[in-house]
């Protein structure tokens, strides 16, 4: 569960999320749960709000298989993209170089290399 709460409201965050689980039916798994504080880049002197209790703190988070950090930068999930992306052509330069039929190769990089750039990218 990801929840965006402005640093006014901080130390409502355990209140808040208790609330919600209580009007859903639900149980919250403190274990799953991580706060980020999202902040401006240029902010020099930030000031944190206290920790929340049985909640770790983190710089970046996974959303739907999109890394980000606190200043909402996606520039890991890009090196990791791009890392990926050379696997895949690494792995299309060795199944061409041994010998597999140009349609196939297209369909191995639509499946592959295609799938994992466009993702989550606007059509």
């Excluded at 050379?86 to 199944?95: C, D, P, R, W």
Aim: proline content about 6%; hydrophobic content about 45%.
């Amino acid at each position: 569960m990801q929840i965006i709460v402005p640093a006014p409201n901080s130390a409502l965050i355990q209140q808040e999320d208790q609330q919600w689980a209580n009007d859903n039916n639900l149980k919250l798994n403190s274990s799953k749960s991580c706060e980020m504080v999202v902040h401006l880049p240029t902010n020099k002197s930030l000031n944190l709000p206290p920790l929340v209790p049985n909640l770790t703190r983190v710089d970046q988070i996974t959303a739907l298989g999109i890394t980000f950090n606190n200043i909402l930068s996606c520039g890991v999930h890009v090196n990791l993209i791009t890392a990926k992306a050379a696997a895949s052509f690494y792995a299309l330069k060795m199944l061409k170089s041994h010998s597999l039929s140009s349609p196939a190769l297209r369909d191995v990089a639509r499946a592959t290399l295609l799938a994992e750039i466009t993702y989550a990218s606007r059509s």
